[in-house]
């Protein structure tokens, strides 16, 4: 028998600018929740032609990035790049540096909209190189209990179905859920994870609470697992649920360096203005897409992916 995990705090994401034009609604990194181990930041953007997040560096976390609306290019120094479509995700894990940029494309001009979470490394691992890993939606299983839930399973286990593995280095746990009214729900989680729902639409019922859209629910570490249902005269719900395993260490971040000391911090800095202790291709890098993403960069990338 399941013990469901009672709530810990309700947060309301507000919109805010971001990057060059962009608007997030920003559920961790906030006053309210500043960090809740292992996750750093939860953004849901939604970016305009001709915004975007260009050219930038990370050091010590990692990033994984869902793709709803439209195409998101990215380029980094090391020489990566690629297109993500709707329901592709990226894990990138930045480690001992990056610099990359992503930009968004949309032929009809329409905005493109996704989620970018923030994971922390753990210190062992903050000096790894960085790579990338990217899951199509083709590889994303998706189960259906019944005929009111419907689970992408982007990394896990859901009502005995699998994700692909190896995506991350921190242990973390992803799951796409869309319940229809009336429908409940109910997803295990490891007791030594943390986990957080964040509602892109409709409504839920959890622990006697009703909670709207755009607002991110956050759980104690009392139980096992999630349980939730949308009301009979409710909305459908549409929101992701995850769990990332808890790290016994310190966070320490300044803008995209994450690191578990002031002195590491400062020393990120210094590596980076210095382009040194993995960045070194940053000095002289400029990417392609970091000022705009025009039709024949768009092909150019997108051909380059399929080769």
Not at 16 to 27: H, M, P, T
Not at 134 to 149: F, G, S, Y
Not at 164 to 169: F, M, N
Request: some cysteine; aromatic content about 10%.
């Amino acid at each position: 028998m399941s013990t469901p995990r009672s709530i810990l705090k309700i947060l309301y994401a507000r919109e805010q600018a971001e990057g060059v034009g962009a608007k997030v609604r920003r559920s961790i990194g906030t006053i309210g929740m500043r960090h809740f181990t292992p996750f750093l930041m939860l953004d849901h953007f939604n970016v305009a032609k001709g915004a975007g997040f260009p050219d930038h560096p990370h050091r010590g976390q990692e990033t994984v990035t869902l793709l709803m609306k439209g195409s998101m290019l990215h380029e980094d120094f090391t020489g990566s790049s690629g297109v993500l479509r709707p329901g592709d995700l990226q894990f990138m894990t930045a480690g001992r540096g990056v610099c990359h940029s992503e930009m968004p494309y949309s032929p009809d001009g329409e905005n493109v909209v996704g989620m970018q979470l923030w994971v922390d490394l753990p210190r062992e691992l903050k000096n790894s190189e960085p790579r990338y890993r990217d899951l199509r939606r083709e590889e994303i299983p998706v189960v259906t209990p019944n005929d009111k839930v419907k689970v992408s399973v982007i990394s896990g286990k859901s009502y005995g179905t699998e994700s692909v593995k190896e995506l991350a280095y921190t242990p973390i746990e992803y799951y796409h859920f869309t319940v229809k009214p009336g429908g409940e729900f109910e997803q295990k989680v490891p007791k030594d994870f943390n986990a957080f729902v964040y509602l892109l639409d409709g409504e839920l019922e959890i622990d006697g609470q009703k909670v709207p859209k755009f607002n991110a629910v956050f759980f104690e570490r009392d139980g096992d697992s999630i349980k939730g249902k949308v009301p009979e005269d409710g909305k459908e719900s549409n929101f992701v649920l995850l769990a990332g395993k808890v790290l016994d260490q310190p966070i320490v971040q300044y803008g995209p360096f994450v690191e578990t000391s002031n002195e590491e911090i400062s020393q990120a800095f210094s590596d980076y203005q210095r382009a040194a202790n993995g960045f070194e291709r940053a000095k002289g890098w400029e990417s392609k897409i970091g000022s705009g993403v025009t039709p024949e960069i768009y092909e150019e990338i997108k051909n380059k992916e399929a080769a």
